[in-house]
């Protein structure tokens, strides 16, 4: 007796999916450049700023920090924004209009409050669920049960409205035959499936798109929302559309029905034991409709190759796999939409049986067109190869272009990385040598002074002059009312009781300086000329 049924499950993304998990990337968590996020974190950052960033950071740091440090903050990593791609835990598209949202806004104020204080534009992204190691995306085990869930309890509802006052709750516990007290009578509880794990090395996990709000009736499209009216977005991190089997997860089923029926009381019922083959039947006939529908309805809002490319999936994918019971169609995630986690004839939405509006993935804040709906998703069920070409048909074109895009990052990254090498080796050249040139004139001033030391006092004299005359001529400083030609006479009237080896020693520096500042012209010169020569004598 096998006691576990486990089917393999491949999946296949339909359209974009984002899946909350109370994190966000804020402007001091990544960089934007060329629609392309890059993320960092704090080692990212200590390794990667340029020590005068650094200083900066230090600074805007201390104290309490407000919002004028935070757009400070944002201002210095965008500007040093290469330092810090160089260094990025991993890097993902960003949809255009994200890019220049990104760029008008970075380190200014979103809006002024009527009071006059500035709110601060912080760009957060409300990321996906993933994995911390890997940093890539993940889908929950309990999102795809829920999804489910939703189906197998729509199946026995069969489209009856709920009862008078009836919870949600209170529905599925009448309609699953179970009580929160007991709630080993849930059938769902002998279905078990595993948070998802990335296959086949894709090369675009996410991606950042708009979340905009339009309306769904056809009469009304065209008008404005609300939120279109408030500037209302959302920016999410998805998980991108038409990625080719992109995850793997497990779906488990117990069978309980060779155990001891002794304690059927605390067991589900049998006809609420639901074998793989029911499951997928369940959520075809539940969702299958919904993606129908809803292609009619985004008409205005997708582009028609888009939709085209959606309604021959559905025909030659999706159609076969619900008749053979080998895969199924689901919808997870945020903006889902109502439809997906409410029951037929029981679904009331402020007292309407369907919503006004939904929200669509953009690549602009303000787009008319060129959206797409959130949450589908396809399984296959234990799959063999027989659908794989086929669904490498539809999804080539998505597949061609990541690969594109992460080859160009790629090669960007590397040019980065070695461009700052080569800036970090000059740097280190230029410091070693700077370091030899110190070192070469701290041993020459030794020597100097050493050479000095040995020197009698009139000769030290001269050999100051000497170097006073280099240091201004190196500072075009060296001028007849300088002063070199001040100490030099100076000189010239001690110079009468030196040695006459110091004398002659000064009076051949005295024609150089003379010389060389045009002193020995005319009368005063001649008069110059005499001294330096009686002193010779």
């Known amino acids: 007796?096998?006691?576990?049924?486990?089917?393999?499950?491949?999946?296949?993304?339909?359209?974009?999916?984002?899946?909350?998990?109370?994190?966000?990337?804020?402007?001091?968590?990544?960089?934007?450049?060329?629609?392309?996020?890059?993320?960092?974190?704090?080692?990212?950052?200590?390794?990667?700023?340029?020590?005068?960033?650094?200083?900066?950071?230090?600074?805007?740091?201390?104290?309490?920090v407000r919002d004028d440090a935070?757009?400070?903050?944002?201002?210095?990593?965008?500007?040093?924004?290469?330092?810090?791609?160089?260094?990025?835990t991993h890097y993902l598209p960003v949809a255009k209009g994200v890019a220049h949202l990104y760029e008008d806004r970075i380190g200014s104020v979103a809006q002024r409050q009527e009071n006059g204080n500035n709110v601060i534009n912080k760009l957060e992204i409300e990321r996906t669920l993933y994995n911390p190691i890997s940093q890539r995306p993940i889908i929950p085990g309990s999102s795809l049960k829920g999804a489910i869930r939703t189906a197998l309890l729509d199946l026995i509802n069969e489209g009856r409205s709920a009862r008078l006052n009836e919870t949600n709750h209170k529905l599925q516990e009448r309609l699953f035959e179970y009580q929160m007290g007991k709630l080993e009578k849930d059938p769902m509880r002998l279905i078990n499936l595993a948070d998802?794990?990335?296959?086949?090395?894709?090369?675009?996990?996410?991606?950042?798109?708009?979340?905009?709000?339009?309306?769904?009736?056809?009469?009304?499209?065209?008008?404005?929302?609300?939120?279109?009216?408030?500037?209302?977005?959302?920016?999410?991190?998805?998980?991108?559309?038409?990625?080719?089997?992109a995850y793997e997860s497990r779906l488990t089923i117990q069978d309980i029905s060779q155990l001891n029926q002794r304690d059927t009381d605390k067991l589900p019922k049998a006809e609420l034991r639901w074998t793989i083959q029911d499951i997928a039947c369940a959520c075809n006939q539940f969702y299958l409709p919904q993606l129908q529908k809803e292609l009619e309805?985004?008409?205005?809002?997708?582009?028609?190759?888009?939709?085209?490319?959606?309604?021959?999936?559905?025909?030659?994918?999706?159609?076969?796999?619900?008749?053979s019971n080998k895969g199924m169609l689901l919808r997870v995630g945020r903006h889902s939409g109502a439809e997906a986690v409410t029951l037929n004839g029981v679904r009331n939405i402020k007292n309407e049986s369907q919503p006004r509006t939904f929200w669509l993935a953009a690549e602009e804040q303000n787009a008319s067109s060129k959206m797409v709906p959130f949450g589908w998703l396809l399984i296959e069920i234990d799959p063999t190869d027989d659908l794989h070409s086929m669904l490498e048909e539809f999804t080539r074109q998505s597949s061609e272009a990541d690969r594109r895009w992460l080859k160009s990052q790629q090669d960007r990254v590397k040019a980065i990385q070695a461009r700052l090498r080569q800036q970090e080796q000059d740097e280190k050249e230029k410091v070693r040598r700077q370091e030899q040139a110190r070192l070469a004139k701290e041993k020459e001033e030794q020597e100097r002074q050493a050479h000095l030391a040995s020197m009698t006092e009139e000769q030290r004299a001269v050999e100051e002059l000497k170097s006073w005359t280099e240091e201004d001529r190196a500072k075009q400083e060296l001028k007849p009312q300088g002063r070199v030609p001040c100490r030099l006479n100076?000189?010239?009237?001690?110079?009468?009781?030196?040695?006459?080896?110091?004398r002659v020693a000064l009076c051949d520096l005295a024609e150089n300086i003379y010389r060389e500042l045009g002193m020995l012209k005319g009368k005063q010169g001649k008069d110059r000329k005499a001294r330096i020569q009686k002193l010779r004598e």
């Not at 997708?302 to 008749?323: F, N, Y």
Request: aromatic content about 6%; some cysteine.
């Open 70 to 88: 935070l757009k400070q903050i944002q201002k210095l990593f965008y500007e040093q924004r290469e330092s810090l791609m160089a260094k990025a």
């Open 490 to 502: 100076e000189l010239l009237n001690k110079a009468t009781d030196w040695p006459i080896e110091s």
């Open 297 to 323: 309805i985004v008409a205005n809002y997708v582009t028609s190759d888009w939709k085209s490319r959606m309604c021959k999936l559905i025909d030659e994918v999706i159609v076969p796999l619900k008749e």
């Open 196 to 245: 998802t794990k990335e296959v086949g090395g894709h090369t675009k996990t996410s991606e950042i798109r708009f979340a905009i709000n339009r309306f769904r009736r056809a009469s009304v499209q065209g008008n404005r929302t609300k939120a279109e009216d408030k500037g209302l977005y959302q920016l999410l991190e998805t998980i991108p559309e038409l990625t080719l089997r």
């Open 1 to 64: 007796m096998k006691f576990l049924r486990e089917h393999r499950l491949l999946i296949t993304t339909v359209t974009p999916i984002h899946i909350g998990c109370g994190e966000d990337y804020t402007p001091t968590d990544y960089v934007i450049d060329e629609n392309t996020l890059f993320a960092v974190d704090s080692v990212a950052v200590a390794d990667g700023l340029p020590q005068v960033a650094h200083k900066k950071l230090r600074e805007m740091l201390k104290g309490t």
